[in-house]
């Protein structure tokens, strides 16, 4: 069963232009991750994000979690034709749960 | 550093063979986990793997089973195979304690 959700499903900006993802989950967390995956490739992480924390930044990437809200977001900024690509998020939950668990994901077009 | 590697990178099946697929994780990664990607469900967890034992296994029927060896790498069979199981499987490996995964480029599974 898929624990986050991502929105939207597919996104479409230009170049430079800032582009925000969003992800839903509905359990507790331990960890929250974003996940980038390029047309049939292996996924690549980007970055992880605390329950405990509320916000992060790596370079362009901009992750902010609510724990209240049970929600995420992505921002990237200034992105480029490079960025095109499926953002994931997936969220691990404590104890002895060993696994992540993946939403579907946000089709994210950068048009040069 | 190496990184994940999966073999074979493509296959083709028939209804009723049985597939196995391997994982050979990053140097020092002891945990291994396997997901299931399709169009339709997504990114599914199956099982991870640390040091050779299973510590959690996903809502997969049993034709679908894995093991670790004591170098780390890492297997998953699947037996009776139904035209369902065409997919991209992915192996990933992680550091004890860290709880980003590192993908492999994954196998894609065709099932005639």
């Known amino acids: 069963s898929q624990q986050g959700e991502e929105d939207p499903q597919a996104l479409s900006i230009q170049e430079g232009e800032n582009a925000t993802m969003n992800c839903s989950y509905k359990?507790?967390?331990?960890?929250l991750q974003w996940y980038r995956q390029n047309s049939g490739r292996g996924l690549v992480h980007l970055i992880l994000i605390r329950s405990n924390e509320r916000e992060k930044h790596s370079g362009r990437l901009r992750v902010t979690l609510d724990t209240s809200k049970k929600s995420s977001s992505l921002l990237i900024t200034a992105s480029r034709a490079a960025d095109t690509a499926s953002y994931f998020c997936?969220?691990?939950?404590?104890?002895?749960?060993?696994?992540?668990?993946f939403g579907k994901g946000t089709l994210l077009t950068v048009n040069p | 550093k190496a990184g994940v590697t999966q073999t074979p990178r493509y296959l083709i099946k028939t209804r009723g063979q049985q597939v196995t697929l391997s994982c050979s994780p990053i140097s020092g990664h002891r945990s291994v986990s396997w997901y299931q990607q399709t169009p339709g469900q997504g990114l599914q967890f199956l099982f991870e793997y640390f040091s050779e034992t299973q510590r959690n296994k996903g809502n997969f029927p049993g034709r679908f089973s894995g093991r670790q060896f004591s170098n780390s790498r890492s297997e998953m069979n699947v037996s009776t195979l139904e035209l369902g199981d065409s997919a991209l499987y992915l192996c990933?490996?992680?550091?004890?304690?860290?709880?980003?995964?590192?993908f492999g480029e994954g196998s894609r599974l065709t099932v005639l």
């Open positions: 997936a969220t691990r939950s404590g104890g002895s749960n060993y696994k992540l668990t």
């Open positions: 990933a490996s992680s550091r004890q304690g860290s709880g980003e995964l590192f």
């Open positions: 359990t507790s967390i331990n960890n």
